[in-house]
């Protein structure tokens, strides 16, 4: 579903190569490692114009599909469109090809937006919980991957919170506190790093996804897990830096939400 609620016209064009600049600088790409499929950055150009960007979690081709129906010509993706390097066959060259013809240009922000501290999923979704005192949490590839803050609130009005703020149930293990204290956050799929968490002083652990086992190790661990869905907690960076670009240029935006209920 395409939300046209941020849609103006007569905006400004704004160059390719001023706005992919921008990104590779407010985003710290050379800063951050990632895994190598990442691909950081610009991954297709365009004719060198964006009028409109559209923003989603993942450069599939429903949503690439849809970003050309709503006119955009700047995707800009939390997933790439080459975790899986391949030949342009089947669905890749499909989206290449509708990408290459509706002029629409690709950007790719894995870990570099996940840990932005302005406009990253982690800070956004911890401000939205109200966590306090900040600090990074979970080194992951040489950096912190996650934050960890201070809470006062009960571990219900923290799932309130979280629904709230996931518009749906997370899935709750609660193996650890009712009145929890230290949070981590790591959006994603990073529940296979229960026991860190834990060694890193968090009573509760807030992520996308994890394996079967990180449920089990987590009750013996004595800790809380929250399990939001690897989708639902990786939309709030891809909002908020497509909100700032708007903002930044004075180019409107669109959300293309295509959840995977996981």
């Known amino acids: 579903m395409v939300s046209f609620a941020h849609l103006s016209y007569g905006c400004p064009m704004l160059p390719l190569e001023t706005l992919v600049g ?12 990632d895994y190598p499929q990442a691909c950081n950055g610009l991954q297709l150009e365009n004719s060198g114009r964006v009028r409109k960007i559209a923003a989603a979690v993942d450069a599939c081709e429903s949503v690439m599909i849809e970003a050309a129906a709503c006119g955009a010509d700047f995707l800009l993706v939390h997933h790439g469109l080459f975790w899986n390097p391949g030949p342009l066959t089947g669905p890749m060259f499909r989206k290449v090809r509708l990408a290459i013809t509706q002029d629409l240009a690709v950007y790719s922000s894995h870990l570099p937006l996940d840990v932005h501290p302005v406009v990253g999923n982690n800070v956004v979704l911890a401000n939205l919980l109200g966590l306090k005192k900040l600090e990074p949490f979970l080194t992951l590839k040489g950096q912190a991957a996650g934050l960890r803050g201070e809470t006062s609130c009960s571990l219900h009005e923290l799932a309130r919170r979280l629904e709230k703020a996931l ?13 929890p204290k230290k949070v981590g956050v790591v959006t994603g799929g990073a529940g296979s790093e229960v026991a ?25 661990l004595g800790v809380n897990v929250f399990y939001g869905g690897h989708y639902a907690t990786e939309t709030f960076g891809v909002k908020a830096l497509a909100a700032h670009l708007s903002e930044h240029f004075g180019i409107p935006w669109d959300f293309i939400d295509h959840p995977t209920g996981l």
């Not at 921008?22 to 490692?33: E, G, K, N, R």
């Open 22 to 33: 921008y990104l590779h600088t407010y985003l710290a790409v050379d800063q951050i490692s």
């Open 196 to 220: 860190r968490a834990v060694a890193e002083g968090v009573d509760t652990f807030i992520t996308g996804e994890g394996p079967h086992w990180s449920y089990t190790m987590a009750e013996e």
């Open 167 to 179: 518009d749906g149930a997370p899935h709750l293990c609660p193996g650890g506190p009712s009145r």
